[in-house]
């Protein structure tokens, strides 16, 4: 999903403008100098640290060896490998290999697309469940990497009010994760704790520091509202002493990357949905890469920037998922981050990928982000997945809503959202299906491409009476 370009900001009272001319800025292959690639490169890490790492920590939550568990180790190498790959991933597209990468200031991420899928995957089966989802997540990129081929040619199939149905989808499915953390994590049900005014305390404090951040404040402050806004909740939670650092002391200094770290295992429900969503996610890229070069180029994408990005989008995934981490793809908040600097050097986001990556080798980091309490966690997760909703407003505020429109619309969420709320309703079918259809984002998406593409006619636009 795309994020509007920041208005507002004249040429001249971007950050680093007045250091280069307008040709250079806007010049992917210029680089700046040092002293400006650098704050800006951690910049670009800052606004993307926190979705980075979220959805191994949900994913590691529902299996059952997240925030917590007695055993933090498996945890803390999802959280090193989300940095350690989304920086890989970044150069593959900043630097490029052949024609994987769009050679353009685009930063990879750990994806909140994939999370609906491997939800139901994981849910409840514990450490053993991640080797069905790495191997699906390797299929599933290399899929993607061959459907980069294709791109030009399927985006018919998937005009904004689709797009904008999944994004949405994405959003409302996954809502209730952050509701949970706040009140205190699914563990705590039942408890004295779950629900109670101190758990709240917590996500209301990071609510209400990053909205004063980012209403109030200007440049790296206001960039990296969710991440301060989190230190202001953990710094609460420590006064609070919620907070213990034993499995910091305990960590070590360097690890590395293992092949199949959770071992392998097919799953033919998985490996399916994994390249549905791979197809979703291309349709992403393609945005944000459009985006990035309107909004910071001022010309429109190549077919081999959309190819390369969308290729480096499989092959990033499939190599993260190679050695038991998350799938990845690009994040928008950076293509917002590049409209506000006016500063397009891919060289600038390199830097960022090279802190990632060394922020992914030292597993004292990981264990650091395993402190924070559940609670604070769930008020960043809140922020973070109603921004994901809002943009899929944002997309679907462009859609003609004619009759037709509205009923494939319509149609398609209530079947969407009625199957992620009673899962129940497909339990007699085959494993498979039931995995696929219970996800809610799926069916949805598959019904509205589906009726978008049959349904003959654009009708009328319905009157606003």
Not at 50 to 68: D, L, Q, R, W, Y
Not at 437 to 463: F, I, K, Q
Request: aromatic fraction near 6%; include cysteine.
């Amino acid at each position: 999903m795309t994020v509007p370009a920041v208005e507002g900001l004249s040429p001249s009272a971007r950050p680093g403008r007045a250091l280069m001319t307008a040709a250079e800025a806007r010049d992917p292959d210029h680089f700046p100098g040092l002293a400006i690639a650098i704050p800006l490169g951690i910049q670009h890490v800052l606004a993307m640290f926190v979705s980075n790492i979220t959805p191994a920590i949900i994913v590691a939550g529902a299996a059952g060896f997240g925030f917590g568990s007695p055993d933090p180790r498996e945890l803390i190498y999802l959280i090193q490998m989300s940095m350690l790959f989304a920086g890989i991933a970044t150069l593959l597209q900043t630097v490029g290999i052949g024609r994987i990468g769009a050679r353009l200031p685009l930063v990879q991420g750990t994806s909140f697309a994939f999370l609906p899928v491997m939800l139901p995957i994981v849910t409840g089966h514990g450490p053993s469940a991640m080797a069905p989802l790495a191997t699906a997540a390797i299929f599933g990129g290399l899929f993607h990497a061959v459907l980069s081929s294709f791109v030009g040619r399927i985006r018919f199939a998937l005009p904004p009010m689709v797009t904008g149905l999944v994004v949405l989808m994405i959003a409302l499915t996954l809502m209730r994760v952050g509701v949970q953390y706040a009140a205190g994590g699914v563990p705590a049900r039942g408890t004295a704790a779950y629900g109670a005014a101190e758990s709240w305390l917590l996500a209301i404090v990071v609510i209400a520091t990053t909205l004063g951040l980012s209403f109030f404040a200007r440049g790296i402050w206001s960039t990296a509202s969710v991440l301060l806004g989190l230190a202001a909740g953990y710094a609460v939670a420590v006064a609070m002493g919620r907070v213990s650092f034993a499995t910091v002391g305990s960590a070590g200094w360097v690890m590395l990357p293992s092949p199949f770290h959770f071992g392998f295992s097919l799953s033919a429900s998985a490996i399916l949905g994994f390249c549905l969503m791979g197809f979703i996610s291309a349709i992403e890229s393609i945005g944000d890469v459009s985006a990035i070069c309107e909004g910071g180029a001022g010309r429109p994408a190549t077919d081999r920037e959309l190819i390369g990005a969308t290729c480096a989008d499989g092959v990033g995934t499939a190599l993260s998922a190679l050695f038991g981490a998350m799938p990845n793809t690009s994040f928008s908040q950076n293509v917002g981050l590049i409209a506000m600097t006016g500063i397009m050097s891919r060289h600038v986001v390199s830097i960022g990928a090279l802190f990632l990556i060394l922020c992914g080798l030292v597993p004292k980091i990981g264990a650091l982000i395993t402190t924070i309490p559940i609670e604070v966690l769930g008020g960043g997760v809140i922020l973070m997945f109603g921004m994901v909703a809002s943009a899929a407003v944002a997309m679907l505020s462009g859609v003609t809503w004619t009759q037709r429109n509205m009923l494939i619309f319509g149609i398609a969420l209530s079947i969407g959202m009625g199957l992620e709320l009673e899962p129940e309703a497909v339990g007699q079918l085959p494993q498979t299906l039931r995995i696929l259809l219970g996800s809610g984002v799926l069916p949805a998406a598959v019904t509205a491409v589906g009726l978008n593409l049959l349904l003959p006619g654009r009708g009328e636009r319905v009157s606003a009476a």
